[in-house]
């Protein structure tokens, strides 16, 4: 509905999602282009994260965030950590969610699959072997 999948993001889908992946697909006229910033693609990422599943399925649709650190900023594992990244924007913050400390873990792993052959732009939690490994 939100994005065209095709059968790279399908085979990663059912092998890694819900979980630490995001994907870069092409976005349907269905979402704004303000929500993307004027781009042509959105990142869809469903996070093994109960709090997370939760609120999308009692709310029966999709939500948007962003990560909690700013560009180039460590990422924040206590709720502290991120009140402090945010300074100021913390009062543009809807709803923020502690869940006490988070472990120290990678990111979620990033591919673009708008490009051919897909283009893994983040390495995190999935190594990119094991996550092209599943595109075959």
Known sequence: KYVIL?????KLAARF???????ILPKR?????????GRKTLGI????NKICLMLSQRAGIPFTTTGANTDGGANPYTID?????????????DL??????LPRTLPS?????????????RQ?????SDALRALA
């Open 6 to 10: 095709n059968n790279a993001a399908r």
């Open 96 to 101: 923020l969610i502690d869940q006490g400390p």
């Open 81 to 93: 950590e991120v009140v402090n990244q945010l300074g100021p924007h913390i009062d543009d913050v």
């Open 17 to 23: 999602l819900p979980g630490p992946l995001t994907l």
């Open 124 to 128: 995190g939690i999935i190594s990119a």
């Open 45 to 48: 990422r469903i996070p093994d």
């Open 29 to 37: 006229d269905v979402v704004p282009d303000s929500l993307v910033g």
């Open 109 to 121: 792993t990033l591919i673009d699959l708008t490009t051919s052959p897909p283009s893994v732009l």
